[in-house]
């Protein structure tokens, strides 16, 4: 991959991974590739992860609870300075976007792997982004490029940008703080939500209005930038496929993206991030509307969890890159000529119940078992005996394909999908089967409201029988050898039956995962 022709460069001492799970694991893999030795920081319900195990060193930084552990600041910072670490990378989520973090670091001599504080403050900040992108000349969608406070400004900007609007929290993200209103009678109450549910999730009641964009497609694109003044894109990914606003199935390229198209918004992305003063690796989120027209939705100053089908397409290790943009030095020699080869899908494996409104789910995982081939990549912080709690975001691993065209792609992730083998939770695989078999997802006709219009008749609970036997049929012969128990009669022994393996896990219950 790009990236490693400078191996035996000197970039940093140690690298601690402000993160857990998958993300953790990814990131420590790309340290290897350098060379450079990982720290692991851990929580109590974390104590027998993977990404602990998978780390050259471990600190355990507290209770589960994320504001004791893997949002403590002080915490991490004293963690990196115990084990000598002079650099942090911090995944996604938890610390990533905090801009007050890559300050503190630099205070203590460590060197943030990611953007600065003044990038995050401004892409951050929804009202203050638009204005930076009015400035920088990027299409933006019709609406305000201020906050208010006063009724009134609110109800002209809906009536300028017409209805359907959206209310959106200026510090949102994930769907928080978000209302679509159809009529003006209905905009006071929208906005006073939209308010309380941005002050509840954010600390910060601030909103604005914009147009809302009917039936749109959701297409970002990579950027990732050095401190030499260098900014280039790595095309686009298609996140449309979404539930509650989070993406759940990527892909590149987008069906609805040609040269032209693709050309302009990328020059476009790489404005948005020399507006910022952007380092590192980001992403620049576009609307694509039925006409072709795309808007300006936001920067996410960080490594995206879709990140890795860019990756398969390019040739490109974007956390290498990050890596080795920290450390000062310029983009890989490469990089600027990189091209997409193929079409790529990820999938991401929730601990959630696909056919109950993904409503979270939890246990022990009593088998684990991932596919495997050409063109399969599993980025995963789960095995065997782990518990899967309450405590933190339900992704478990993510599943990626890559092919040489996007029918054979999607071909090749179904046969993955039904070789990934989950059982003690529920998870969203069997859903994202009828996603990908859908004849509209074939077609490509990829929304962001694909799941309301397309997802309602599925056949919710049916378990899928012959998958279940040989899960179980696995199960059990896995425990053949080590779990036989004496009956205590005339000395012969006895194997527990797999559905006594898996404790509360019953035959009625989903094997989605």
């Known amino acids: 991959m790009t990236g490693c022709d400078t191996m035996q460069d000197k970039l940093f001492n140690k690298i601690l991974v402000a993160n857990r799970s998958e993300i953790a694991i990814r990131v420590m893999n790309a340290c290897k590739v350098l060379g450079i030795p990982s720290v692991a920081v851990y929580s109590e319900a974390d104590k027998n992860s993977k990404h602990r195990q998978f780390a050259d060193e471990a600190v355990f930084i507290g209770p589960p609870a994320p504001g004791e552990s893997y949002l403590s600041v002080d915490k991490i910072i004293a963690a990196a300075k ?4 002079d650099a942090i990378h911090p995944g996604y989520g938890f610390l990533a976007e905090n801009p007050d973090f890559p300050g503190k670091c630099e205070t203590e001599g460590i060197t943030f792997i990611g953007p600065t504080s003044d990038a995050m403050k401004l892409m951050g900040n929804k009202v203050a982004s638009r204005v930076a992108m009015v400035e920088a000349g990027v299409p933006l969608i019709p609406g305000m490029t201020s906050s208010a406070t006063d009724i009134i400004v609110f109800r002209k900007a809906a009536d300028e940008a017409g209805f359907p609007v959206m209310i959106k929290a200026a510090a949102g993200g994930g769907g928080k703080g978000m209302r679509i209103v159809h009529e003006a009678s209905e905009l006071d109450d929208a906005i006073e939500a939209a308010q309380r549910e941005a002050k509840n999730a954010f600390g910060d009641d601030t909103v604005y209005l914009e147009k809302y964009i009917d039936n749109p497609r959701h297409v970002e694109f990579q950027v990732i930038a050095d401190k030499h003044g260098d900014c280039v894109h790595l095309f686009e990914r298609e996140c449309s496929i979404q539930r509650r606003h989070q993406k759940i199935i990527e892909e590149t390229p987008s069906v609805a993206v040609d040269e032209d198209l693709r050309a302009r918004m990328g020059a476009d992305a790489v404005k948005v991030a020399k507006a910022a003063d952007y380092t590192s690796a980001g992403t620049v989120e576009f609307l694509l509307d039925t006409e072709g027209k795309y808007y300006f939705l936001e920067m996410n100053t960080r490594i995206q969890v879709e990140h890795p089908i860019t990756e398969m397409v390019t040739g490109t290790d974007l956390v290498v890159e990050q890596i080795r943009v920290a450390a000062g030095q310029p983009l890989s020699k490469g990089i600027r000529d990189a091209n997409q080869r193929g079409h790529a899908i990820e999938c991401r494996l929730y601990a959630e119940d696909g056919d109950n409104n993904f409503m979270p789910s939890t246990g022990t995982v009593y088998h684990y078992s991932e596919p495997t081939g050409p063109g399969v990549r599993v980025d995963s912080g789960v095995k065997q005996g782990v518990e899967i709690t309450i405590d933190y975001d339900p992704i478990m691993a993510k599943l990626i394909v890559h ?58 609970g049916q378990n899928d029988f012959k998958e279940l036997a040989a899960a179980v049929a696995s199960v059990a012969a896995q425990a053949r050898p080590s779990a036989a128990v004496h009956t205590g009669g005339g000395g012969k022994e006895a194997i527990p039956s797999p559905w006594q393996l898996l404790g509360q896990w019953q035959i009625g219950d989903s094997i989605h995962g």
């Not at 115990?82 to 670490?85: N, R, S, V």
């Not at 070789?419 to 994202?432: A, C, E, N, P, Q």
């Not at 990908?436 to 919710?460: K, Q, V």
């Open 403 to 460: 092919a040489p065209d996007r029918e054979s792609a999607i071909v090749k992730m179904i046969d993955a999908l039904h070789h990934y083998k989950i059982l003690g939770v529920k998870t969203s695989k069997r859903f994202m089967v009828d996603v990908l078999n859908h004849p509209e997802f074939h077609a490509g006709r990829t929304y962001t409201n694909f799941i309301e219009n397309n997802m309602s008749d599925r056949n919710n």
């Open 82 to 85: 115990e084990t000598g670490a």
